[in-house]
């Protein structure tokens, strides 16, 4: 069966919306794909040679600088749903274990940009790419059909991704109650 089919199948027989039923099955795949990730990172692969004994934090704002290069502590702050402050002593750990520069921004000397250091940026390019080949070859092992829909679906995963991160914004601006998501 279908994850589609599934959730057809649930919305009738439980008189939910579907907006409910897509939710509840999503977050329940979500979780698993999440640990099974998890696990990968930690077990399968460990972590970059250099960077074994940092924790979690400090290696998300290491990956966000890998993707963007140059990021702003504030900027930084709020992709990671950290404090400003949080990010900047973060940084500067990561500065003084020799894996991120500390740049002064061209225009405004009192703006600092984020760059990796050559050392981290080859740990962690090498410590993605392994993850990128056990995820592709997992991927080799599914049927045609099943990776054209993973495929087709991966806009609409990421326009979710903004609404949901949109959503989590607005409750934490609004200080509605829980933890905010990260």
């Not at 509840?24 to 692969?45: D, G, K, M, Q």
Request: glycine share 8%; hydrophobic share 40%.
């Amino acid at each position: 069966m279908r994850p589609t089919e599934s959730i057809s199948a649930e919305s009738k027989s439980a008189g939910s919306s579907m907006p409910s039923a897509i939710a509840s099955r999503l977050t329940e795949e979500a979780e698993t794909l999440f640990l099974c990730f998890r696990v990968i990172r930690r077990r399968v692969l460990g972590r970059p040679l250099g960077m074994q004994l940092l924790p979690p934090s400090y290696l998300e704002l290491l990956n966000l600088v890998r993707r963007q290069p140059g990021i702003r502590i504030g900027e930084a702050a709020v992709t990671l749903r950290l404090a400003p402050n949080t990010v900047s002593t973060l940084a500067r750990a990561l500065a003084g274990a020799g894996l991120v520069e500390r740049r002064p921004d061209d225009v405004d000397q009192r703006v600092v940009r984020l760059h990796l250091t050559e050392l981290a940026g080859s740990e962690l390019t090498e410590w993605r790419d392994q993850r990128l080949d056990l995820l592709a070859g997992a991927l080799a092992d599914l049927d045609a059909e099943d990776r054209a829909i993973l495929s087709a679906a991966l806009p609409a995963l990421g326009r979710l991704v903004g609404a949901v991160r949109s959503r989590a914004t607005n409750t934490a601006a609004n200080g509605e109650g829980g933890p905010t998501p990260r």
